[in-house]
């Protein structure tokens, strides 16, 4: 039986450049998504590799917020909504990110990626994350533009 396991790292800024650089849209893409297409088409080009993989750095729990790019964190679990297009978008906060329809996006992406499914433009997709995204709290549709600290603390 295989345990999903969260780990986290950092990495050299040139390195994550060189990983972005792989990538047509790395913003909507994210990390994670580049890694497992480089890595899918690494075991499509070797099948007969051993993919056995060991870790041998120490475990930690997984984390309860999911921290943006930016540093801006967002609780794992937070259920989110929006309305577009006459649609009722769901999505939901990961320790990876906005998991939207299967897919992981930092938080701007992620609304690009539902406009673009309820047949936006690339133009009328683009649009602030933060003030797309809605959760209720207290039986009250708040975006999550509430949960960053204001600007300049």
């Given amino acids: 039986m295989s345990i999903p396991v969260m780990v986290q790292t950092s990495l050299p800024k ?3 450049l060189r ?3 792989k990538s ?5 893409e994210g990390l994670a998504g580049i890694l497992s297409r480089i890595l899918d088409d690494h075991d499509k080009a070797f099948p ?3 993919k056995r993989v060991v870790l041998s750095m120490p475990v930690h729990p997984e ?3 999911f921290t943006t790019q930016r540093g801006f964190e967002l609780p794992v679990g937070l259920e989110l909504f929006a309305e577009y297009g006459g649609k009722h978008l ?6 990876g990110g906005i998991e939207y329809k299967g897919r992981t996006y930092e938080v701007s992406p992620s609304a690009f990626a539902a406009k673009k499914d309820c047949g936006a433009s690339d133009t009328a997709a683009s649009t602030n994350g933060w003030k797309f995204w809605m959760f ?3 039986g009250r549709a708040q975006f999550i533009d509430v949960l960053r600290p204001p600007v300049g603390r």
């Fill in 63 to 65: 984390p309860k917020v």
């Fill in 90 to 95: 769901k999505a939901k906060v990961t320790t």
């Fill in 14 to 16: 040139d390195l994550i």
């Fill in 136 to 138: 209720k709290k207290d």
């Fill in 48 to 50: 007969n590799q051993n």
């Fill in 24 to 28: 047509e849209m790395p913003a909507v």
């Fill in 19 to 21: 990983l972005q650089a």
